[in-house]
């Protein structure tokens, strides 16, 4: 592996669930990472695991060769680079950006092609996996860009991850992501309701889920969500209904652009902002089941 070191200084602005385990993993493996976050905690996590930290993005960017985003959404990446963060103007020119959030791609081509009028190159790396895969290093990492700045990325992509896979152009990473997590929540929500229907049946759901998982029914969410997160009642996925709302958004809006019948991303995306707007910011995306079980009783009693 390339020596750590000769990457230079890292800037890892976002220090949140995902973003705040994997810089940790990266000044772990000994690269010089300086954090941001306006969060004092995921600051002093980082600080804990070798890495610097700041409150400003700006600060944390200042002589940066590599300037690594793991932030809610892409407008949220382009106002710390461009807008009132302004983290781009202390970056000279042959920097790299890596957008590791799960932007909207038509956002992610503009924002390159603006840092790029700066001589600032920019490849989007989003992730598949959540925080358990963050923690023993074996993240998907699907990656949008040209070819060099992958190369130039690779080390800090696979001291984060496992299967690092090029997706095509910059923004291709995004588009992968949305679309994947589009099949991802339809494949959930297939679950939920069919556990639903099953305890109406009589059906203990456990056994439904056992059933499901050696049968052609079985999917990412039948074998690690339904029973460690949802029927224990515990919902601690580690990833918000909200954020999966916004990708499930991206996808049906890329649909839409593209000018695909959109039957499935349209009525998938429906279905988590209804889901978000009624339980809020702090629940966790696997709370799809609770909700999903509440408009059953609902319809039920409007019948
Ligand atoms: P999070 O809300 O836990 O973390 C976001 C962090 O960004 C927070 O700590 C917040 O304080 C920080 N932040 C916000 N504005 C900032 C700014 N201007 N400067 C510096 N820091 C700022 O979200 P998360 O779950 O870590 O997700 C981050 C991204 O990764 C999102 O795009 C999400 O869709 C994606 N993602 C999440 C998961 C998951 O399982 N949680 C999995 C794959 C992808």
Not at 44 to 53: D, F, P, T, V
Not at 214 to 231: D, Y
């Amino acid at each position: 592996m390339t020596d750590p070191a000769m990457q230079g200084p890292v800037a890892f602005i976002g220090l949140g669930m995902m973003g705040g385990p994997m810089a940790a993993r990266l000044a772990t493996a000994g690269f010089d990472v300086h954090g941001a976050d306006p969060v004092e905690t995921a600051r002093s996590a980082l600080i804990a695991a070798g890495g610097k930290a700041s409150t400003s993005a700006a600060e944390a960017a200042e002589g940066a060769q590599i300037v690594i985003t793991m932030l809610p959404d892409g407008k949220v990446v382009r106002d710390v680079l461009l807008g009132e963060g302004r983290a781009a103007s202390g970056l000279a020119a042959g920097a790299l950006v890596i957008d590791m959030s799960s932007s909207a791609p038509m956002q992610t081509r503009e924002l390159a092609s603006d840092l790029g009028e700066r001589g600032i190159s920019l490849i989007d790396a989003p992730v598949s996996g959540g925080v358990r895969r963050v923690l023993d290093g074996s993240l998907t990492i699907m990656v949008g860009g040209e070819s060099r700045d992958i190369e130039r990325a690779r080390p800090l992509l696979a001291a984060m991850g496992k299967a690092i896979i090029p997706t095509g152009p910059v923004g291709s990473g995004h588009a992968v992501k949305a679309l994947n997590n589009y099949v991802s929540a339809a494949g959930l929500a297939a679950a939920c309701e069919a556990a639903l229907v099953a305890e109406k049946f009589g059906i203990d759901p456990g056994v439904l889920v056992d059933v499901l998982n050696v049968s052609t029914g079985k999917n990412n969410s039948t074998e690690v969500k339904m029973k460690p997160f949802i029927l224990s009642g515990t919902y601690a996925s580690g990833f918000s209904m909200t954020l999966m709302a916004k990708d499930l958004r991206t996808a049906a809006e890329l649909a839409h652009e593209l000018g695909v019948g959109e039957p499935g991303t349209q009525s998938v995306a429906d279905l988590w902002r209804r889901a978000s707007e009624q339980l809020g910011r702090a629940a966790d995306h696997t709370e799809i089941y609770r909700f999903l079980a509440t408009s059953d009783n609902e319809t039920q009693q409007e019948e």
